[in-house]
């Protein structure tokens, strides 16, 4: 059964980003039909139920679409709250969820409030659309936690706040109560629509971000071993920092050199146009006085 918002909105969704004819996941269509199906306190209720995250990006739009609201109605909207151009294009919606740590793979859709938390789908083959969520702390030193989906991410963030917080007798900040609530009116939607939760992003091949590394199944097994070496190196200088301004210029401006390389001989040119604006992005933080951390959204 398809997604009745997918069949309404995966092309307004596409526009936004600039991404003609690449497919946004039913995963992510899914995730927000429920939401749409909650009352404004049960939406409020449900965010703070996954520790505070609240919807950004893809999601933010979906969910506006979803609520009647014109693509021309939700720009407008948006720039007049962030002080955005209303006529740059797709580039200035993907920066305006990026963190410092981001890779060109991750469109950022949900964020916490906590230590840079923020959740992503995950662009590793254009061609085949989104498929995974990573999630990571930016700048705290730990790698990409990947997800099968949104949905499978949702799903894994309650069972973690029922095992963190299942000792806490004294549930102050009320996390537990709420996901021993919601976790079955979840895991019933999922169990009622039978959806499948998941994208079906290959396992790859293992990188020291987290994020590992797909395959083209469009090129030699030859051509695949040498994208993925200048891949994995390049993805590894650009999420892992050094101790000064200089040293992480120089890493930048080397990983940069090195993903494109990788891009080109995947035959990802959609990556390559992503990198170009992510890396003069990322260059502006180094080269700025908070160099290493996220300008918050």
């Not at 990026?98 to 590793?124: M, R, V």
Request: aromatic share 12%; proline share 3%.
């Amino acid at each position: 059964m398809s997604s009745q918002l997918k069949d309404r909105y995966q092309r307004q969704l596409q526009s936004i980003y600039g991404l003609e004819n690449i497919e946004f996941p039913d995963s992510l269509f899914w995730f927000c039909e429920f939401v749409v199906g909650l009352s404004a306190a049960e939406r409020e209720d449900f965010w703070s139920a996954l520790c505070n995250v609240e919807p950004v990006g893809p999601i933010y739009f979906l969910l506006q679409l979803a609520e009647g609201k014109s693509l021309h109605q939700i720009l407008a909207d948006y720039q007049a709250v962030h002080y955005l151009d209303i006529t740059t294009d797709w580039s200035t919606w993907w920066l305006d969820g990026q963190y410092y740590d981001d890779p060109p793979e991750f469109l950022t859709c949900l964020k916490g409030e906590i230590a840079g938390e923020h959740w992503g789908l995950l662009l590793d083959d254009p061609a085949l659309g989104f498929r995974g969520v990573g999630m990571f702390y930016n700048g705290d030193g730990s790698g990409i936690s990947v997800h099968e989906s949104i949905l499978a991410a949702i799903s894994d963030r309650f069972e973690e706040v029922i095992e963190n917080y299942e000792d806490d007798k004294d549930n102050k900040d009320g996390f537990l109560a709420a996901a021993q609530l919601w976790q079955p009116r979840f895991d019933r939607f999922i169990i009622d629509n039978e959806l499948n939760i998941d994208d079906a992003r290959p396992v790859g091949v293992e990188s020291d971000t987290g994020l590992s590394i797909i395959l083209s199944d469009r090129i030699s097994a030859v051509e695949n071993e040498r994208a993925v070496a200048l891949l994995k190196k390049g993805r590894s200088l650009w999420f892992w920092d050094e101790d000064t301004q200089e040293k992480n210029r120089a890493r930048l401006l080397q990983a940069r050199g090195l993903m494109k390389t990788a891009y080109e001989i995947m035959d990802r040119p959609k990556l390559i146009a992503i990198l170009e604006k992510v890396y003069e992005s990322k260059l502006y933080m180094v080269d700025g006085t908070g160099w290493k951390a996220r300008v918050d959204n």
